[in-house]
Structure formats: structure tokens, C-alpha cells
């Protein structure tokens, strides 16, 4: 029986010894030795400060209690205002004692502070040792998308506090690493970066090139839409503006939250202008602009909100980017619904966003790791969706293309149709035009026939009746007068006669001139007496040269011009009134003018008057053809002359007929 007596004082000292060890709980340590170039902070004790009004020692004392927290993994605690303090025990070996770099491997951080704890673990000397964050300066010039500072560890124990406040996620991704070793991880990762971002350059300046083309809004819509994805990718992974100029960030922060919304605000808008392009519902393209909407006021309030309240801003960017990607399910599936196939590339689309959105919202709870893939992964949704959108675009422009082709086929043919339609119209009218021209001359043919055969009868008849009144003497005076009426009767009627000839070479292009040295002061002083004998109180009042007048112009032509306008002065003189006709030889040619008192011929009008068959409306009670002034223009201007009208001295009208000075002249007749 003694066996069992010792074997159960065994059993109770084995149980006292494990009483201890398992009511003492054993101090997270990290262990820094030579076997790797970089090591992460864990595990270690965090601690959450709500007012953020702990001190050092305050928190150390809290940190190393029983009962503080330890976290063996990092996840992310979402967008607090707190102050989020850790107590991390290294362990160096002494092989590994040297240069390491302090890294916080989250870019968009505020500030996180750094704190050596003394050997006796009082945190009232706590040493600080340096801060990293957007809004401090760089401790080193080492250039990386990390938040990182030298530090060089001695072998044995160090205990290092930690201090950290963001308006961004709060994440405390914390790692030591040799140099040699951030570098290369470094160019890994730029090189990864770099091919995203040149996927993202090709495809901007493809859409340069489309709106280049097409002048469409959506293009720009979608290089708005392209340039905020590259500022997420830029921020979200440290190559943003605060890896190019640290400085500048650390003065002006740059907000991812801001770059986020827009990408909402571009994504929806984007969806909403190309869904107006296709047969869906009308609520469809419109539950996509409420959404661009509401994210573009999102966009604006992270740019205006003070710092002190970006954590809240950023966080409700955050909570409505989850909801909204699943609603955008609800108009897609309305689209798809009315059997549209432009509408299938969205959900490509929506899927790699979902997935983009859950890889970080995974990563930010801690369920994933901080790693490469999981910080690139949303990036390749996201390239995903531009490409997907890039395909949409010309698509859209194929589409439009063809449409375009086939308006274009459709307005040929219309325009091919009314031209054979107005060829044939054409055609018609043409016909129509050439039997009116063959009636208009076997017409004119008529009555020239007509104009000749009564000229030529009555001109035999008037050459009787004068030479009867010229041989014919008496010595009563009366008679003579009255012979001497008949006589001027009968000079009446061959001008008359002459006049209708005139007209008919004018019309047909005939009018040539039998020209002759006449005298033109006897040919006015006949055609004053000619007109004398006419019924009527006439009236003429002569201003001739004392020495002839001599022109070589064609006399029965030039009389029928003088006649005309001097008819028309008596026409449109009032009764009893006289008529002035005047001839003059001046340095540039000879002058015959006829004036009238009249009612006058407006400024507007004496240019007109001249025209075929134009009378004035003041004329209108008047008998008349309006061929008379016509044919003095027509005569004046075939013996090289000018017409004109003027406002008369006494009122009334002043025709000028001018003649050129080549042969003309004053000599005496013997």
C-alpha cells in the first residue's frame, strides 16, 4: 500500500503545480529572431480609449492588468473616434539585434504614436520615440506606401506602447521589417500597381479618344468614373499623393472616402445614361440617377467636412456603399427582366463589385489577412468593371453606328426617291414650259405677221393722205392750218406705227441702228408740232442752241424716244400746264431733257420706271402699257446713251437723255 500512498502525493503535487500555471495567464511576446526579415506585432494587448484622455502610464497600467485584451490577429474595429492603445513585448535574439523598421501597413492612418517602455516597465518615463500617420512629417526618406521608421533593437527584451487615432478605418497593421526585404516586397507590389494603372491609362485614352469622336457625355461620365477607381487604388495602397509629396499631404489630407463616393457617383450615373439608351423601364435609368445623386452629395461632404468629423463622413460613405451595391441588383434585374442584352454586361459588373466590396469589408472585420492580394484584390473588381464598361462604350458606339447607318440608308433612298420624283416633276414642268414657249412664239409669230401687214397698210394709205395735204394750195390761212394739222396727223401715225416696229425689233434682240447725221434740234421742234396738233391744251416750252445741233444717231429711233417722253409729260401734267424740253451740248456729250409738272416719281421708283411694263400706283387711272419709258431706255442705250429721271426744279419730273460727245457737235447750216 505504499506504492499508493506515493503515487497520490505525486498526483497532488502535479496538480498543484498546474493550479498556477493555469490561473496565470502567460505574456504575449513577439519573438525577433534571425530566421525571417520581418516579423508581425503579434500577439499584444490593446486597449480602447473612448475620450482619448488616458495618459502613457495610465494605459500601460490597463495594458499589463489580467484581464486586458490580447489580439493574436489584425482585423479592423470600422470608423471610431477613439483612441486605440497596444502594449507589444519583443523578444530579440541576439542575432537579430540591429536596424529594423517600425511599419503601420495601413496608408490612410492620422497619426500613431510610439513609446519605449523603461526595463521596470513604469510607464511615467515612457520614452517616445516617434509618430507616423498622414498628418505628420516623414520620419525617414525612405520613400514606401507604408508608414515606417528606423529602429534599432538590442538583444533581449523591449517593450513598446502604442498610441493610434484615425478617421479612417482603425486598423493597427504593425510590423518589423529588415530593410532589403520592405524594398523588394515594395517592387513586387509597384510592379503590380503599375499594370493596374496602365490598364486604367489605356482605357482613359481610349474614352479620349470615343468622345473625340462621338461628343457623347457618357464618355466623359466614364473618365471621371475611371480617374476615381485610380484614386482609390492610389490612396488605398499609399501611392497616393502622400507617397509623392508628403509634405503637402501632411499639410492638406487627402480623403479616400472622397475618391469612393465619386466612384459611386460615377458607376450609377454611367449605368443610368446607358440604360436610357436601351428598351428598359423608365424606372430603371431613373433609380440609377437617384443613387449617382445621393453619392455626388456624399463626394461633396467629403470634401467640405471639417477634419475633426471626417470619421464620420468617411464612415457613412462606407455604410451606403454595401446597401447600394445590393439595390443595384433590383433595376438590373428589371432590365434583364425586359429581355435587353446590353443590360447583361452589368452583372458582370455588379458581380466583381460585390466581390470587390466583400474582400474589404472581410479584410476590415479581420477575416482576411493584410496582405497583397487581399489590399489588390478590390482593385482587380474594379479594373473589372472598367473594362466590362469600356466594352459596354463601344458597344454602345457600335450600336449607335448602325443606327446611324441605317437613318443614313433610310434618308438615301427618301432623297434617291423625291429626286426621281422632282426629276420627273422636272420633266413634266419642262414639257409644259417648252409648249408655253412654242405657243409664246407661234403667238409673237402672229402678231409681228399682224404688226407688218397693218403697218404696210397704213402707210400707204397715210403717204396718200399727206402728199394730198402737201399738194394741195390754197390761199385761205385756215386752210392752211388745217392742212398743216392733217399733215402733222399724219407724222402722228407713222411714229405711232414706228413705235409698234420698235417694239417688236426690241423684244427679238433685233434693234440695229441706221445711223445718220441729224440735226436735233429740227427733230425736237417736229415732234413739239407733231403733239401740238394732237386735241388737248398742250403746251411747250423749247429751249434749243441758236446753232443746230448735229448727232450721228439713227433719226426715226431717236424720235420715237423724244416723242415718248414728251407724251408722257402731257399724260401726266395737268391740264393748261406747260412742258420745257431743252437741248444742250456740254463737254462730255449732248443733253435733252423733258420736264414736266406733274404729281413727280418718288426717289424708291425712278430707277423702276424704267422697267417693261412697271407703271407706278399713283398711275394706275392713267391709260398705258408701261413700254414707253422702256423703249426710250432701250434706244437711248443702243446708241451708247443714258437715261435718268429727276425731281424737276418746279416739281414735277426731268428726264435727262444723255448722248456721248463722239460725233456730235454744232455747226451752221447753210
Known amino acids: 500500500m505504499l506504492w499508493i500512498g506515493r503515487l497520490a502525493v505525486l498526483a497532488?503535487?502535479?496538480?498543484?503545480?498546474?493550479?498556477?500555471?493555469?490561473?496565470?495567464?502567460?505574456?504575449?511576446?513577439?519573438?525577433?529572431?534571425?530566421?525571417?526579415?520581418?516579423?508581425?506585432?503579434?500577439?499584444?494587448?490593446?486597449?480602447?480609449?473612448?475620450?482619448?484622455?488616458?495618459?502613457?502610464?495610465?494605459?500601460l497600467a490597463r495594458l499589463e492588468s489580467p484581464d486586458a485584451t490580447v489580439e493574436s490577429r489584425v482585423y479592423s474595429r470600422g470608423f471610431i473616434s477613439d483612441v486605440v492603445w497596444a502594449r507589444i513585448v519583443l523578444e530579440v535574439a541576439p542575432e537579430a539585434a540591429g536596424r529594423w523598421y517600425f511599419t503601420l501597413e495601413?496608408?490612410?492612418?492620422?497619426?500613431?504614436?510610439?513609446?519605449?517602455?523603461?526595463?521596470?516597465?513604469?510607464?511615467?518615463?515612457?520614452?517616445?520615440?516617434?509618430?507616423?500617420?498622414?498628418?505628420?512629417?516623414?520620419?525617414?526618406?525612405?520613400?514606401?506606401?507604408?508608414?515606417?521608421?528606423?529602429?534599432?533593437?538590442?538583444?533581449?527584451?523591449?517593450?513598446?506602447?502604442?498610441?493610434?487615432?484615425?478617421?479612417?478605418?482603425?486598423?493597427?497593421?504593425?510590423?518589423?521589417?529588415?530593410?532589403?526585404?520592405?524594398?523588394?516586397?515594395?517592387?513586387?507590389?509597384?510592379?503590380?500597381?503599375?499594370?493596374?494603372?496602365?490598364?486604367?491609362?489605356?482605357?482613359?485614352?481610349?474614352?479620349?479618344?470615343?468622345?473625340?469622336?462621338?461628343?457623347?457625355?457618357?464618355?466623359?461620365?466614364?473618365?471621371?468614373?475611371?480617374?476615381?477607381?485610380?484614386?482609390?487604388?492610389?490612396?488605398?495602397?499609399?501611392t497616393g499623393p502622400g507617397y509623392f509629396w508628403p509634405g503637402l499631404a501632411a499639410r492638406y489630407p487627402f480623403e479616400l472616402h472622397a475618391f469612393l463616393a465619386l466612384s459611386g457617383t460615377g458607376t450609377y450615373a454611367f449605368a443610368a445614361m446607358f440604360l436610357s439608351t436601351v428598351r428598359v423601364p423608365r424606372l430603371v435609368p431613373i433609380s440609377f440617377w437617384s443613387m449617382a445623386g445621393f453619392s455626388a452629395l456624399l463626394t461633396v461632404l467629403c470634401l467640405v467636412v471639417p477634419a475633426q468629423y471626417a470619421v464620420w463622413s468617411n464612415w457613412l460613405v462606407t455604410q451606403v456603399t454595401i446597401p447600394f451595391s445590393v439595390f443595384m441588383l433590383v433595376p438590373m434585374v428589371a432590365a434583364f427582366l425586359a429581355n435587353e442584352p446590353a443590360v447583361r454586361p452589368l452583372f458582370v459588373t455588379w458581380i466583381a463589385l460585390s466581390l470587390a466590396v466583400g474582400v474589404g469589408v472581410a479584410r476590415n472585420a479581420g477575416l482576411l489577412p493584410n496582405n497583397v492580394l487581399t489590399l489588390t484584390g478590390p482593385q482587380l473588381g474594379s479594373v473589372?468593371?472598367?473594362?466590362?464598361?469600356?466594352?459596354?462604350?463601344?458597344?454602345?458606339?457600335?450600336?449607335?453606328?448602325?443606327?446611324?447607318?441605317?437613318?443614313?440608308?433610310?434618308?438615301?433612298?427618301?432623297?434617291?426617291?423625291?429626286?426621281?420624283?422632282l426629276e420627273q416633276r422636272v420633266a413634266d414642268r419642262t414639257a409644259e414650259l417648252d409648249a408655253a414657249v412654242e405657243r409664246e412664239r407661234n403667238a409673237r409669230r402672229l402678231q409681228q405677221q399682224f404688226v407688218a401687214?397693218?403697218?404696210?397698210?397704213?402707210?400707204?394709205?397715210?403717204?396718200?393722205?399727206?402728199?394730198?395735204?402737201?399738194?394741195?394750195?390754197?390761199?385761205?390761212?385756215?386752210?392752211?392750218?388745217?392742212?398743216?394739222?392733217?399733215?402733222?396727223?399724219?407724222?402722228?401715225?407713222?411714229?405711232?406705227?414706228?413705235?409698234?416696229?420698235?417694239?417688236?425689233?426690241?423684244?427679238?434682240?433685233?434693234?440695229?441702228?441706221?445711223?445718220?447725221?441729224?440735226?436735233?434740234?429740227?427733230?425736237?421742234?417736229d415732234t413739239v408740232e407733231v403733239l401740238k396738233a394732237a386735241p388737248g391744251d398742250r403746251r411747250f416750252r423749247l429751249d434749243l442752241p441758236d446753232e443746230p445741233v448735229t448727232a450721228s444717231v439713227d433719226a426715226r429711233l431717236m424720235a420715237v424716244a423724244v416723242n415718248n417722253l414728251m407724251e408722257n409729260a402731257v399724260k401726266y401734267s395737268p391740264p393748261g400746264s406747260t412742258v420745257g424740253v431743252s437741248l444742250s451740248v456740254g463737254p462730255t456729250g449732248i443733253r435733252i431733257a423733258v420736264t414736266d409738272q406733274g404729281p413727280g416719281i418718288p426717289v424708291s421708283e425712278r430707277d423702276?420706271?424704267?422697267?417693261?411694263?412697271?407703271?407706278?400706283?399713283?398711275?394706275?387711272?392713267?391709260?398705258?402699257?408701261?413700254?414707253?419709258?422702256?423703249?426710250?431706255?432701250?434706244?437711248?442705250?443702243?446708241?451708247?446713251?443714258?437715261?435718268t429721271c429727276e425731281a424737276g426744279p418746279e416739281g414735277g419730273s426731268r428726264f435727262l437723255i444723255d448722248l456721248p460727245a463722239a460725233d456730235a457737235g454744232m455747226r451752221s447750216v447753210a
Open 384 to 421: 473589372v468593371e472598367m473594362v466590362v464598361f469600356a466594352y459596354m462604350l463601344v458597344s454602345h458606339l457600335g450600336r449607335v453606328q448602325r443606327e446611324k447607318d441605317a437613318l443614313q440608308q433610310a434618308a438615301l433612298a427618301a432623297a434617291r426617291e423625291y429626286e426621281m420624283e
Open 106 to 238: 495601413l496608408p490612410n492612418f492620422d497619426r500613431l504614436e510610439v513609446f519605449s517602455v523603461p526595463p521596470d516597465g513604469s510607464g511615467q518615463t515612457a520614452k517616445r520615440l516617434f509618430a507616423l500617420g498622414d498628418r505628420v512629417p516623414a520620419v525617414t526618406d525612405i520613400r514606401s506606401r507604408f508608414h515606417l521608421a528606423p529602429m534599432d533593437l538590442s538583444a533581449g527584451r523591449t517593450v513598446l506602447l502604442v498610441r493610434g487615432r484615425t478617421n479612417s478605418t482603425m486598423t493597427l497593421a504593425l510590423k518589423l521589417w529588415k530593410l532589403d526585404a520592405l524594398l523588394l516586397q515594395e517592387q513586387e507590389f509597384y510592379a503590380l500597381q503599375a499594370f493596374y494603372v496602365g490598364i486604367a491609362a489605356v482605357l482613359f485614352l481610349g474614352a479620349v479618344g470615343l468622345f473625340v469622336f462621338s461628343r457623347q457625355l457618357i464618355y466623359i461620365v466614364y473618365m471621371i468614373n475611371l480617374v476615381a477607381h485610380c484614386g482609390i487604388w492610389l490612396m488605398a495602397n499609399g
Open 608 to 643: 423702276r420706271v424704267f422697267d417693261r411694263y412697271y407703271r407706278l400706283d399713283s398711275a394706275a387711272s392713267t391709260a398705258g402699257a408701261g413700254l414707253g419709258l422702256f423703249l426710250v431706255r432701250s434706244i437711248v442705250e443702243a446708241h451708247g446713251g443714258t437715261v
Open 12 to 59: 497532488l503535487t502535479i496538480a498543484a503545480c498546474l493550479m498556477p500555471c493555469g490561473a496565470a495567464r502567460a505574456e504575449p511576446v513577439v519573438t525577433v529572431s534571425g530566421a525571417s526579415a520581418s516579423f508581425a506585432l503579434l500577439p499584444r494587448t490593446e486597449l480602447v480609449d473612448p475620450d482619448g484622455t488616458l495618459s502613457p502610464s495610465e494605459a
Open 453 to 525: 401687214m397693218v403697218s404696210h397698210e397704213f402707210r400707204t394709205p397715210l403717204a396718200i393722205v399727206d402728199a394730198a395735204a402737201q399738194n394741195f394750195v390754197t390761199g385761205d390761212a385756215g386752210d392752211q392750218g388745217r392742212l398743216g394739222k392733217i399733215r402733222a396727223a399724219v407724222r402722228r401715225l407713222r411714229r405711232m406705227i414706228d413705235t409698234c416696229l420698235i417694239d417688236e425689233r426690241v423684244e427679238g434682240g433685233r434693234l440695229h441702228l441706221q445711223t445718220d447725221v441729224t440735226e436735233l434740234g429740227g427733230m425736237i421742234e
